[in-house]
């Protein structure tokens, strides 16, 4: 007796897998729109404005703050380590963030990276 072929059963991928997979094709369409003007570089007043709104640049805003998150939960980045807990939600660090460059308004000119990596680990200092 002939058995038909049948696809292989997928299974859910894992929900920290899945986040990663659209923070990282947010990020990539993000830099696809900017990039006639400024490519690769988020300065503080971007950053702060993208965070603010809604629709895209909120988006833009998550998934660029949830990449640093996610590193900097395994390395030092810029000499700096934050101990984020695996429960935030990108929310709650989009939130984070968000405050500390309403309250330092004299550092919005510096990089969006060394930014984040500012507000994260002041916000989640690691205990030693």
């Known amino acids: ?17 899945r986040s990663l997979v659209v923070a990282v094709a947010l990020v990539a369409a ?40 996610d590193a900097m939960r395994h390395d030092r980045i810029l000499g700096r380590t934050a101990c984020v807990p695996e429960h935030a939600t990108a929310g709650q660090l989009q939130a984070v963030v968000a405050q500390f460059l309403k309250v330092h308004p004299e550092l919005r000119h510096l990089g969006g990276v060394s930014l984040v990596v500012d507000a994260l680990a002041e916000a989640f200092p690691c205990r030693q």
């Open 1 to 17: 007796m002939m058995t038909l072929w049948r696809p292989p059963v997928w299974r859910e991928p894992d929900r920290r897998l």
């Open 30 to 69: 993000g830099m696809a729109v900017s990039a006639g003007a400024r490519a690769y570089f988020r300065d503080g007043n971007r950053l702060y404005a993208d965070c603010a709104g809604n629709g895209a640049g909120g988006l833009y805003c998550i998934a660029y703050i949830d990449g640093i998150a």
